[in-house]
């Protein structure tokens, strides 16, 4: 059991917009605003897409944003295109005694 | 351009013992915090431990204290994971990262792969 909550499955059709949540408690995502979102192609290491909740770093696209609301981080992927299907993690500081946590990870399907 | 290569996995039975390196280039190396994150075969990320620059201060997930043991070598531009009394759930890809602060990575290697398995 991951230390965040994300859904297994999220899919969109080109051009719709998709939001991915990640759930933690007030003693991480809802403490700090350093959540990050991760993409993994299979087979390919995990690239940074978004840090510190809504941070994009350079050469991500625009279509991808990040918030947080509460104890809830969201992914938003707008303009979907067929290269965004992949896996997505969260992951939030979560203090001295659990540095790192990540999320489950969800699949995104481009339909 | 940065590049973390990382090495050192491979088969080993259960009990045993390993030691993994991740070579860093294309950034001042002593100027970062470093991070190894796993991911077991077709499961999602776990992190697994975190060290700052000059390697005087260390966190570890909790399921892991004790048995694994970060360290780096600044003069050599490598950071380590030394892997102990290993169990089939330690099974997985091994990846170093790079910190951008507070356990974001923005530079990931390749990963090495650890197999625990009589």
């Known amino acids: 059991q991951s230390a965040l909550t994300q859904p297994p499955s999220a899919s969109g059709s080109p051009g719709q917009s998709v939001t991915i949540s990640c759930t933690g408690t007030s003693s991480d995502v809802g403490a700090y605003d350093y959540v990050s979102w991760y993409q993994q192609h299979p087979g390919r290491a995990p690239k940074l897409m978004i840090y510190d909740v809504t941070k994009r770093p350079s050469g991500v696209p625009d279509r991808f944003s990040g918030s947080k609301s509460g104890n809830t981080a969201s992914l938003t992927v707008s303009g979907l295109q067929a290269e965004d299907e992949a896996d997505y993690y969260c992951s939030s500081y979560g203090g001295r005694n659990n540095f790192v946590l990540f999320g489950g990870g969800t699949k995104l399907t481009v339909l | 351009e940065v590049q973390l290569v990382e090495s050192g996995g491979g088969l080993v039975q259960p009990g045993g013992s390993l030691r993994l390196s991740c070579a860093a280039s294309?950034?001042?190396?002593?100027?970062?915090?470093m991070l190894w994150v796993r991911q077991a075969p077709g499961k999602g990320l776990v992190w697994v431990s975190l060290?700052?620059?000059?390697?005087?201060?260390?966190y570890y997930a909790d399921s892991l204290k004790g048995r694994f043991t970060i360290s780096r070598d600044n003069a050599k531009n490598t950071l380590y994971l030394q892997m102990n009394s290993l169990t089939g759930e330690d099974t997985a890809l091994y990846y170093c990262?790079?910190?951008?602060?507070?356990?974001?990575?923005?530079?990931w290697g390749q990963g090495t792969l650890v197999t625990v398995s009589s």
């Open positions: 990262a790079k910190d951008l602060h507070y356990g974001s990575s923005d530079d």
């Open positions: 060290i700052n620059p000059d390697g005087t201060t260390t």
């Open positions: 294309g950034f001042t190396f002593n100027n970062y915090w």
